[in-house]
């Protein structure tokens, strides 16, 4: 049976040094690099297992946020499709967009370039009036505006949610969702999304059955496309699996009360 693992990147199979606990140094490797080639991210000699368990059993697809330019500094070996930019672009393994996606999503995603500007510019007057000190940017790939991202150069998150407190009741209210997992705040057009590019997948150039699909991901937005997924993994200690166990722990205790 064909296997197919759809596989996020960031906090799923490596994360930077300070998120991996008790690791001791000797054990970790460099997954992913700074533009300037320092190490940037980590696996555990845990994730490189799951890894090359993975790769035996199937066909690993990397689905990220990361840009192409941010999945060139990843240094673990991918050789079949990769779905980037929070599923606005899949990229076949000839380094070509897959046209019929790109044919579907691109003429959706460019109507929203003004308004991504429009919300950096005003998200940069806040950081700046209330001296966060964040980086905030437009992300782009492929020509496409894709999506705005705040990040704090050095990791103090808690000023990512102070500018959320002063941004969020300009928001838009349709037609964008927050992605919010430790140092990153992110906008992106709700026309994007890793489900999204996986659903295409999976009902057009991976339309075989039987198959197997499993699906891995770390953050609350991930489980949309988790549940595509014949089965999920999800790092123990996760945005994801935190939220699972906080609501699991709610639902106890309203029964105990009842
Ligand atoms: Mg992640």
């Not at 970790?28 to 297992?49: F, M, N």
């Not at 991504?116 to 000190?133: F, H, N, P, V």
């Not at 489900?195 to 039987?210: C, F, K």
């Not at 999920?232 to 709610?250: A, D, K, W």
Request: hydrophobic content about 40%; glycine content about 4%; proline content about 5%.
């Amino acid at each position: 049976m064909d296997t197919y693992i759809f596989l996020d990147l960031d906090d799923t199979i490596f994360q930077t040094r300070h998120k991996c606990l008790t690791t001791p140094d000797e054990q970790l490797a460099t997954a992913a690099i700074h533009p300037d080639g320092s190490s940037l991210s980590y696996t555990t000699p845990q994730q490189r297992e799951l890894l090359s368990q993975l790769q035996m059993l199937g066909t690993v697809i990397p689905v990220t946020a990361r840009n192409l330019e941010s999945f060139r500094r990843v240094q673990l070996v991918f050789s079949d499709l990769v779905v980037l930019d929070f599923g606005a672009a899949i990229v076949l393994p000839t380094g070509e967009l897959d046209p019929i996606w790109d044919n579907q999503i691109r003429p959706r995603i460019v109507e929203h370039g003004s308004q991504l500007e429009d919300i950096c510019q005003y998200w940069k007057q806040i950081s700046d009036r209330l001296a966060l000190g964040l980086r905030i940017r437009v992300i782009s790939d492929f020509e496409m505006p894709l999506y705005v991202v705040a990040k704090h150069p050095d990791g103090q998150i808690e000023r990512l949610q102070e500018l959320w407190q002063h941004a969020h009741a300009e928001f838009p209210s349709e037609g964008f969702f927050v992605h919010h997992n430790d140092n990153n705040l992110s906008v992106v057009p709700a026309c994007m999304s890793k489900r999204s590019a996986v659903e295409y997948l999976l009902n057009g150039p991976l339309n075989e059955h039987p198959r197997l699909v499993i699906g891995a991901g770390d953050s609350l937005s991930d489980a949309e496309f988790l549940s595509l997924c014949d089965f999920s993994l999800i790092p123990g200690n996760s945005q994801l699996m935190r939220t699972l166990n906080q609501q699991y722990e709610v639902r106890r205790s309203r029964s105990r009360s009842q």
